[in-house]
């Protein structure tokens, strides 16, 4: 049972490829922008089905999703970010 404080309508921003870039992305550049993020590992997925990869999936509330992404294609831009940390989701239609 979700709590009060429990956003109902998440969205996943970013798959990371490993904890570690996880971590990073969450601590350094989404919470000191007050967007709440959770990491959800997946990693114990031996054999993923469809809509079930294995990995570190970064959800935001889904109302901050779009400035997320923003976040992430500055941190991309800048170098904090790169190819080997992982890839930003891009939104669902």
């Known amino acids: 049972m979700a709590s009060a404080n429990t956003p ?3 969205a996943e921003v970013f798959k990371a490829s490993t ?3 996880a971590e990073k992305v969450v601590d350094v550049l989404l919470l000191p922008e ?7 590992d997946r990693t114990d997925l031996m054999f993923p089905a469809a809509g079930q990869p ?7 509330p889904a109302p901050d999703a779009a400035r997320a992404r ?3 294609e500055d ?6 970010v790169d190819g ?3 890839w930003i989701i891009p939104p669902t239609p």
């Not at 007050?34 to 959800?40: G, R, S, V, Y």
């Open 19 to 21: 904890l570690a870039a």
């Open 84 to 86: 080997t940390d992982g």
């Open 70 to 72: 923003e976040l992430l």
């Open 8 to 10: 109902t309508d998440i």
């Open 75 to 80: 941190a991309y831009k800048d170098g904090f």
């Open 34 to 40: 007050n967007i709440e993020a959770t990491i959800h």
């Open 54 to 60: 294995g990995g570190f999936f970064i959800s935001v």
